[in-house]
């Protein structure tokens, strides 16, 4: 994974130019988005992993049945599939990073103003993450800090610093969470630039239920070229599909179905 992605970062590691805009994420990371596109070992290899193709059908493939009235005496049952979505998809590079800051302890979910005022529930689940290790995590070089349990609090509970946990990982290894549970980018301490642990690489994923905006925009954010070159179930993945329930249709149908070579080449001379 870490050849894949080595060609779109920053060759120097001791390049402290590039700083990433904003305050949500240490300037010192450097952050490769659109992952899935660079490259099927960081893509499909990893979106279709037996694991996360379970993960998915059970935590957020949603199946709907309705029963309407359909214009007589008769009941119509209508049964609705909505399948999940790679919601986002980043490499997190803290290359170097001594000094960068810790996150705030947050809920991935809070993009969509999600509220958590009752028990939870199975079906509450909107998303899980999954972050792989691409070099070692440890608590000195920002491993990431849970709080297990947390995706059962109430919004009125305040997280401590004091519960987390540090999810120290060796290269492979992954981390998966449920996007109500509080987490953080941990801070970086190490400031020997010739250790280890001066670079600490991490791949992550996020996938959510198929009614929910994905977090990045990936009809903008991959080249129409890159989405030609995968294969279907790649295409749907990120959003290429009509779900049972017609969400995201093109004329009423699934843009894969039409070829999304034909609906790219679209002009104005075909409304």
Known sequence: MLETIEPYLPSDRHDFEYK???????????????????????????CFHPLLVGLRDELLHMHITRTNDAGSSDMQTKHTDIPPRLSLSVCFDMRPGPGAKQQPLHRDEDVWGTTHDRPFRKEDIRQFGVLIAGTKSVKENGATLVIPGSHLWDDERIPREEEAAYAEMEPGSALIFLSATRHAGGKNEVWDLESPLARRVMFSYFFAKGYLRQEENMFLSIPREVVLGMDVEMQKLIGYEAAGSHCG???????VDLGLENVFGRTVDDF
């Open 20 to 46: 990433t805009p904003g305050s949500f994420f240490p300037q010192e990371t450097k952050l490769l988005w659109s992952l899935v596109a660079r490259g099927d070992a960081v893509g499909k290899r990893v």
């Open 249 to 255: 249709f093109v004329d009423f149908q699934s843009p």
